[in-house]
């Protein structure tokens, strides 16, 4: 009989040198170490790595660690991209968008972009101005329009799209991206009043009912904080926001 685990995973330290090990199991039993410096960095990827194991993600995570963005939007350009398979103007504009995303996450591993590394890219190109290159220069015309950031944001999508699909990524970061829009004029925001939520959730189909008690309870946004929320906690909060909760607002 095997004697049982005491413990899931290890972050240890060889005698004689200053490099930290952690090791751990996979979901087949097998043993895996891997190298890191910082005592603390190591138990936070160790704590990382158990939860991809028990999501079953741990393969896919370790095999986008390895990969640069560079690297796979040159893969991505050379057998997604091109024509037959797509169109020659297709392929132009991801040729154009492709040279300002690797500007711009150069060095970065394809694990490493996140939704908010995103929103601030896009941010920055909607500052940048359109650059035209002539025998004097370069020269300035003014700032860049928003359908043309937005292109790269659907380029971008497209190329993490096909990331997930071959096992690279866990999910695509595009998803919790929120395109920023200009808002013309003062923003007065609206704030609800029971009686408004009340008539959302008798309106609402009895699936939607908890969703809008949490949004209005909360203030969570839809896809930058809702959809994200693991199962365990959404049934929580489904089975709270279920129950009748006392109210203090007046209309």
Known sequence: MARPRKHDGVVYKRGGTSVLWMSYLDRAGKRIRESTQD?????????ERLHARDNRVLEIVRKGEHMGFEEWVDFFLENYSKPPLRAAKTHNANMRASKHLKAAFQGYKLADLTADGIELYLRRRLRDGVRVKTT????????????????????LRRML???????????????????????KGLFRPHYLTWSEQRKLEIHAPEYLRN??????????????ELMPMKTEIWISQTRWFGFPIPRHRTE
Request: a positive charge; one cysteine or more; proline letters at 6%.
């Open 211 to 224: 969703i809008v008690r949490i949004i209005t309870e909360t203030g969570l946004r839809v896809y930058k």
């Open 161 to 183: 799209n096909v990331a997930v699909r071959e096992k690279l990524l866990p999910s695509n970061p595009c998803a919790g991206v929120e395109f920023p829009v200009a808002v």
């Open 136 to 155: 004097a220069g370069f020269i300035e015309h003014g700032e860049l329009k928003p359908a043309t950031v937005h292109q790269e944001l659907r380029v």
């Open 39 to 47: 005592w603390q960095e190591a138990n936070k990827k160790l704590r």
